[in-house]
Structures are given as C-alpha cells and as structure tokens.
T-cell receptor
Framework: DVKVTQSSRYLVKRTGEKVFLECVQDMDHENMFWYRQDPGLGLRLIYFSYDVKMKEKGDIPEGYSVSREKKERFSLILESASTNQTSMYLC?????????????FGEGSWLTVV | GNSVTQMEGPVTLSEEAFLTINCTYTATGYPSLFWYVQYPGEGLQLLLKATKADDKGSNKGFEATYRKETTSFHLEKGSVQVSDSAVYFCALSDRQGAQKLVFGQGTRLTINP
C-alpha cells in the first residue's frame, strides 16, 4: 500500500495566522489531494495536483492555497486562518491505473482555529 | 455533476446482527465505486472497491455489488462485531482526469455487545 504521512496530527492556531499542513508520500505517484472533513458533510475536496507545480481547485478552494515543489510533497496553506476553517484535513494520494483508481489517505490533521 | 447519497445514520446494532448501509450514486459514464472506513481518531482506510458493473468487492466479511441498473453500491455484512464500530463512507471516482473521489456524507455505525 501507499504510505501517506501528514506532519501534524493536532494543531491549534490563532485567527489570522498563516498555517501550513504538510503531506508526504513514499512512492512516485502523480496525483495528490487535500480534503476537509466536517460532521454531516462528509469529505469535500479543497485542491488537487496532477504533478509537480501543477494544481487544480476542488469544490471548496476559498481561503486555501497549495504548493507542490517536489513530487512527494503536497502542502496546504491557510493564508489567514479563520474559525470556520476548524476541521479535520485529510491528504490523499492516487496510486497508478493498475490499482483501479484507488486513493489512499493519511491519518488526518485536526486543526482548531481560536 | 457526480454525487453520492448514503443512508442517514447513526446506525446502532447488536453484535452478530446483519448490516446493510445503502449507497446510491449519480454519475456520467462508468465510475469506480468504493467503501472507506474511518475508525475513531484515524484517517480513512479503503475497505473494498468495484470497478465495473456486477463486480463484487469484499473484505473483512463486508461485501458490496456494483449495480449499474439501480446505480447502487450497498454495503453488507452478515454478522457484525463490536470492532466494526466506525464511520463508513461510500465514494465514486470517475475515469477522467485526476479521478478524484466524490464522497457521501458518511454513516456512523455503533455495535453494542
């Protein structure tokens, strides 16, 4: 299986702070994703990336940006954190076509903005 | 656009009961279908998948069959255990572009001994 590592499990940040959430994969997979999970809403896609320096907006990109300078690392950035961005953030990686489009997730980062 | 609708929870069952969690989808083309499970405090784990019509995915006693005619992918288990308590997500992935996942809202399952 693909190993997806999110650098921080629990963070508490203040309103207005810049926040970086890091995600690293252990294989040479192109497609990486950032989702947020909220009760009753399931998972919603924020941004995804096809390859290095390539990014696409998902369903809820407002208030977020991303960076992918190296293939194995995909960072989610909150330029100015707000309380409505308190959530669980999940990074995911898609394995190649031979795996039947399977996407693997990290353990999640719980972010609280106060 | 693509969407997934899951049976609303929470669902509470006794150990050894039969489980069904309903999932229906709307999609253009022929998506791949997935069930993911999230145990307390953890990320999502792939439980099972099916990539074409009439395929049956199975894992850990759970099963789901890809039904194109009813656009459904219901999750079933014959005899649940306390350790199956978790949140279950149905999802689809189209076959174009980045093939990103679209999720249902999740169903919380609690199994009582």
């Amino acid at each position: 299986d693909v190993k997806v590592t999110q650098s921080s499990r629990y963070l508490v940040k203040r309103t207005g702070e810049k926040v970086f959430l890091e995600c690293v994969q252990d294989m040479d997979h192109e497609n990486m994703f950032w989702y947020r999970q909220d009760p009753g809403l399931g998972l919603r896609l924020i941004y995804f990336s096809y390859d290095v320096k390539m990014k696409e907006k998902g369903d809820i990109p407002e208030g977020y940006s991303v960076s992918r300078e190296k293939k194995e690392r995909f960072s989610l950035i909150l330029e100015s954190a707000s309380t409505n961005q308190t959530s669980m953030y999940l990074c995911a990686v898609r394995k190649g076509r031979e795996s039947g489009n399977t996407i693997y997730f990290g353990e999640g980062s719980w972010l609280t903005v106060v | 656009g693509n969407s997934v609708t899951q049976m609303e929870g929470p669902v509470t069952l006794s150990e050894e009961a039969f489980l069904t969690i309903n999932c229906t989808y709307t999609a253009t083309g022929y998506p791949s279908l997935f069930w993911y499970v999230q145990y307390p405090g953890e990320g999502l784990q792939l439980l099972l998948k099916a990539t074409k019509a009439d395929d049956k995915g199975s894992n850990k006693g759970f099963e789901a069959t890809y039904r194109k005619e009813t656009t459904s992918f219901h999750l079933e288990k014959g005899s649940v255990q306390v350790s199956d308590s978790a949140v279950y997500f149905c999802a689809l992935s189209d076959r174009q572009g980045a093939q990103k996942l679209v999720f249902g809202q999740g169903t919380r399952l609690t199994i009582n001994p």
